[in-house]
């Protein structure tokens, strides 16, 4: 077993609190993905899991053991750096071999693991190499073939696509999913990119200053977010959020009309809707808005579309198909797919949910 | 009027296309050059031709004849059995000083690097020593090794020990524990700015690995460590193979000729009894002598 | 370590009635002539003379007495800015040097020691004073300089060098722990041993190698009837008496000598004196003021008694004029001033090194001074001292003798083995 929890954890760097009483459970065999911006604490838990950081109050627990003041070599982990670490004066060979070495592990047995290892990451060929002779992404597959070889309970990964480009990425992305897949091994992954974190993550948990927003499947945060800001982390383009006051089934904001539904709350609300769920309709259609076109990002199979509504800007993604042949200047009339459309309170961003 | 001004005027250009010509001939990066070269010719390539002009001379300074008298003082130097033994002395006292500042400099260096408490205040007094001039260092230590008024030999006596600190046996490393105590800092400077510089996952890595101190430190800390060893290593020992305060100020030399380093008898033969060719001499061929670890030393750095 | 304020004040003001007489002194020599044949400076020196003498001087207590006296100087002599500048021995040298490679040397008055007289004249570095003496009226009195002092600043009939402090050793020892002061080699090493404790050393030897155990071994020599080098040159270092002399030494080295005390300089044996660790020195003799001194631990108690066998190493230090100096003149003004009889007195009484006669003999320097016992054991042991080496190459010769005297003494080599090389290098030193 080595399920991962955080038992009311505390980190603090003097005055600055990194992890304020987080506490969630990643069970055993999921890959789980830490998503956040900069200085959010993301990588302050994944080291603290990782036994890098030491934690100022609480308990971290890996499968049933307690290991808060347990040192990271004893904690059965592997960590894979942002910059990979890797053991500049060391061949690649010897880099892989290296934590069986620190183990003492007889020097057969370190040959055929590292050969093994080294064949699934397709390094086969550049075992004598030195880390200086590789490409990025070649130094990435060393750095995770040297996690690999210790066959530990957990993997975390401290966003280790970040030195790397687009394509490398998609393609890394897959072999270590797939790899995780094949293995089973519990995964922590740390990442700023949300996108990454969607298509990664068998759950994800959305960090924000040194608390977790929400941990869940990436559906859930997807269409059941609990409060503004996961649901404007998730999704690109972010969702649309418009403040207002909402009185019979009509929106008011900014001087502008917005047409609501049967169910929807009263009083002071934002409104949020993603780009995708706004949808160009002949106009006068019930629930329909006039919004003039003032931008098209044309992305192959769809287009980014900014609307303007009075003073506001409305992100909009029509695909091609719905795209047509609208031009900028042009002056629409968009629905909102009233389903899709989501509620938070203008103070602190917590969702209302609707009854039934 | 005009006709003398643009004749003027020719003549100037004419004029300065000679200088700018002359200007032109040599490429730029010669002439930003110059005042280097010319510094160093003046004050380095001058003094040390006409020292080697004079090792070919009897010049004494109280018989200033250049009559050239070939290698004779060469010869001299090298049959003279005191030269021998000088060389003797000097490159002990390198090895054993710069081997121990070398070991406790990077041992001080690793701890001062996992200090947490009054960092700056432990590392301003750690480095003082060097600050202070060799010949003050040598008087300080000439009575503190004293048996009678020194510190050191009367707590080792609370321990029963009882050390002479100048005796024939004893000197030379009284030299070298002097040396120690001045330029270890030093060493731990040099050393604690490499390990600072050093990136910190690799050993966060090594951490995660499992690898026990001593791995780290063999596979991780001395590889990126050695190119600065080795400049420490060679200002050292060109340093101190330069020995002569400490010996100029406490020993003479003595006793028994056990501490006469190479630079100790340069000075008593060329100022002492005058014999200033003679000096130049040894001068030179202690160059030869250094010039060896010197150059492998240079060629070990290029290829890390 | 200086003396006590109340004598020079009281001296100046003795000083400064004197000097009355000399100006009247000054002008009537005006009547005859203003330069005396054959000197190529002012002698005797106009009062009128302009310039500045400068000097690196050893950093002792006879420089300090020699200090006090310029004010008195510039009574007499306005236009003239005395220069004086301390130094370590060494540092003296290699600045006189320096100083004299030049067209124009940066200093025109030299302290010169005993051994490096001769080495300046062969390398025609020093004027000859002779023409400049001789002009000086007879109160002056060059003959009244100690005659074994006056010798070490002449080659041949020349001077280069007028006496200005003297440095012959003796025996100075605590008159509370001997009653009498030795006689014999062989009582002052018995004695010595016999007087020997761990508080309290039989004798402190300054054992450095080179010259410091040189200046103090050459009086064992001496007393044992042996001499470095005879009058004709030939050096005499491998000889029985030598044999025994060195074997005396390390006798006291080995038993009553300080513990670790084979590095030992001339600053360490002062010091283990003057707090009370040492019975004896084998050292100069104007140590004695200074082991005495008042606040000490060892006030009043330390004599002067000559070595046994009655010779010691003579040595002193001379005033010089450098060729390539400038402002000769002034410079001889202030040589012939301070070195005459009057102002030598005023120099030696708070505790400056004897070098004449006269003053040695003086009654009212016994009183204001030391003591009379010191002064006349002083002109004992200034009349029986020999200079160790006299000559070019002494410098050397006296460096490597004392190489291999102190590797006997510490064992590195057998008695026999350490005086046959000594002799082999002296003879190689002064080829």
Redesign the interface.
């Known amino acids: 077993m080595a399920s991962i929890t955080f038992d009311n954890v505390v980190k603090n760097y003097g005055t600055f609190q990194a992890i304020r009483n987080v506490s969630f459970e990643i069970p055993d065999g999921e890959f789980a993905v830490i998503v956040g911006p900069s200085g959010s604490g993301k990588t302050t838990m994944l080291r603290s899991i990782g036994g890098l950081e030491s934690i100022s109050s609480g308990r971290i627990l890996i499968g049933d053991r307690d290991v808060t003041n347990v040192a990271p070599k004893h904690r059965d982990i592997a960590f894979v750096f942002q910059n990979y670490a890797l053991y500049a004066h060391l061949t690649v060979r010897a880099n892989i071999g290296f934590p069986l070495k620190a183990r003492k592990t007889p020097k057969a047995e370190i040959a055929e693991r590292v050969e093994d290892v080294a064949r699934r990451a397709g390094l086969e060929k550049l075992l004598d190499r030195k880390p200086a002779e590789l490409s990025g992404g070649q130094q990435q597959r060393v750095a995770i073939a040297r996690a690999l070889v210790r066959q530990p309970s957990v993997f975390l990964f401290d966003e280790p696509m970040s030195n790397l480009d687009a394509q490398l990425r998609l393609d890394l992305r897959h072999e270590v999913l797939e790899l995780q897949q094949s293995l089973g091994v519990t995964s922590v992954w740390v990442t700023h990119d949300q996108e990454e974190a969607m298509a990664m993550g068998d759950r994800i948990l959305v960090v924000n200053h040194g608390i977790v927003e929400q941990n869940a499947s990436p559906e859930n945060l997807y269409s059941d977010p609990v409060n503004s800001y996961v649901a404007g982390a998730i999704g690109s383009p972010r969702m649309n959020m418009i403040q207002g006051h909402s009185a019979n089934q009509v929106l008011t904001a900014d001087g502008q009309n917005y047409p609501l539904f049967p169910g929807c709350p009263d009083g002071n609300i934002v409104a949020g809707i993603r780009p995708e769920d706004i949808h160009p309709v002949e106009s006068g259609r019930e629930g329909s808005f006039q919004a003039k076109v003032q931008l098209v990002e044309l992305l192959g199979a769809r287009a980014i579309v900014s609307l303007a509504v009075g003073d506001r800007r409305l992100n909009a993604v029509f695909s091609r198909r719905e795209l047509g042949d609208i031009k900028e200047l042009d002056t629409i009339s968009v629905s909102m797919a009233k389903d899709r459309l989501l509620f938070f309170k203008p103070d602190n961003g917590e969702r209302i949910r609707l009854a039934g | 009027m005009s006709q003398v001004s643009s004749q003027t005027l020719a003549d100037a250009s004419e004029r300065k296309g000679l200088f700018s010509r002359l200007v032109d001939a040599f490429p730029f990066r010669w002439w930003m050059a110059l005042p280097l070269i010319l510094l160093l010719g003046i004050f380095v390539l001058y003094p040390l031709g006409f020292s080697f002009y004079l090792s070919l001379t009897e010049y004494k ?4 004849s250049l009559d050239f008298i070939g290698f004779e003082q060469y010869r001299r130097v090298l049959t003279d059995g005191d030269f021998t033994e000088s060389l003797k002395i000097t490159l002990t006292f390198v090895v054993a000083a710069v081997l121990i500042e070398l070991v406790l400099g990077l041992v001080l260096a690793l701890a001062l690097q996992k200090q947490k408490f009054a960092r700056n205040i432990t590392r301003a007094l750690l480095f003082t020593p060097m600050f202070l001039a060799p010949v003050a260092v040598g008087l300080v230590f000439r009575f503190l090794l ?4 020194g510190l050191l ?1 009367n707590a080792l006596a609370v321990f029963g020990w ?1 050390v ?5 046996n004893m ?1 030379l490393w009284s030299m070298v524990l002097i040396d120690v105590w001045q330029w270890t800092p030093f060493m731990v400077l040099l050393m604690l700015s490499g390990l600072e510089s050093m ?1 910190k ?2 050993f ?9 101190f001593f ?1 780290t430190f063999r ?2 800390t001395l ?2 460590l050695a190119p600065v060893l080795i400049v420490a290593l060679v200002i050292r020992v060109l340093e101190s193979s330069k020995l002569f305060e400490y010996v ?1 100020v ?9 501490t006469e380093s190479l630079q100790f008898i340069m000075y ?1 033969t060329g ?4 014999r200033l060719a003679e000096a130049s001499a040894m001068a030179f061929v202690f160059l030869l002598v250094l010039a060896v670890p010197i150059i492998w030393m240079l060629r070990q750095a290029k290829e890390t | 370590m200086k003396t006590t304020n109340p004598k020079l004040k009281g001296l100046r003001a003795s000083l400064l009635s004197c000097t009355m007489a000399l100006p009247l002194l000054g002008m009537a020599s005006i009547a005859h002539a203003s330069n005396c044949e054959g000197s190529s400076f002012n002698s005797p020196a106009l009062p009128d003379t302009a310039g500045v003498v400068k000097v690196v001087a050893e950093d002792v207590t006879d420089t300090d007495f020699v200090k006090a006296l310029i004010p008195a100087f510039n009574e007499i002599y306005p236009n003239i800015t005395i220069e004086i500048e301390g130094a370590a021995y060494d540092v003296i040298r290699d600045r006189q040097i320096a100083s004299l490679q030049r067209s124009e040397g940066t200093q025109n008055l030299m302290q010169v020691d005993t051994s490096w007289v001769a080495e300046y004249d062969e390398a025609n570095f020093l004027e000859d004073l002779r023409p400049a003496i001789n002009c000086l009226g007879a109160d002056y009195n060059y003959d009244d300089f100690a005659e074994s002092f006056r010798l070490i600043g002449q080659v041949e009939d020349r001077v280069l060098g007028v006496p200005f402090y003297s440095y012959p050793t003796g025996f100075v020892y605590r008159t509370d722990l001997w009653d009498t002061p030795p006689n014999t080699l062989e009582e002052l090493v018995e004695g010595a041993i016999a007087r020997h404790s761990d508080e309290v050393a039989g004798l402190a030897l300054q054992q450095k190698q080179g010259f410091v155990i040189m200046e103090e071994w050459n009086a064992y020599l001496l007393s044992a009837g042996g001499q470095l080098r005879q009058a004709d040159g030939t050096w005499t270092i491998d000889s029985p008496e030598a044999r025994t002399a060195l074997e005396a030494y390390i006798n006291v080295s080995k038993n009553a000598a300080p513990e670790a005390s084979l590095n030992w300089g001339f600053d360490e044996t002062i010091r283990a004196a003057s707090s009370g660790q040492a019975s004896a020195l084998s050292t100069y003799g104007w140590v004695v003021p200074i082991v005495n001194a008042e606040g000490t631990e060892t006030e009043g108690m330390f004599a002067l008694a000559p070595f046994p066998g009655g010779r010691g190493t003579g040595g002193t230090w001379s005033w010089s004029i450098p060729v390539n100096g400038s402002d000769k003149d002034a410079v001889w003004a202030w040589i012939s001033w301070l070195t005459a009889p009057e102002q030598d007195k005023a120099r030696t009484i708070p505790g400056g090194a004897p070098v004449r006669d006269s003053v040695m003999n003086d009654p009212e320097v016994w009183e204001a001074g030391v003591s009379k016992e010191y002064y006349q054991t002083y002109s004992e042991v200034a009349a029986a001292s020999v200079p160790m080496c006299l000559g070019t190459g002494c410098a050397e010769a006296i460096e490597a003798v004392g190489v291999e005297i102190n590797a006997a003494v510490a064992g590195l080599k057998s008695v026999d083995e350490a005086l046959a090389d000594a002799q082999k290098a002296a003879e190689r030193a002064t080829r």
Do not use: K
């Open positions: 300074l109280t018989n200033r004293n048996q009678q008024l030999p009882q002479d600190f100048f005796s024939p000197a990136p996952s690799p966060e890595a090594a951490r995660v690995d499992g690898a026990s791995l596979t991780l590889p990126m100029f406490i020993t003479n030399g003595g006793p028994g000729g056990t008593q100022i002492r009894f005058f």
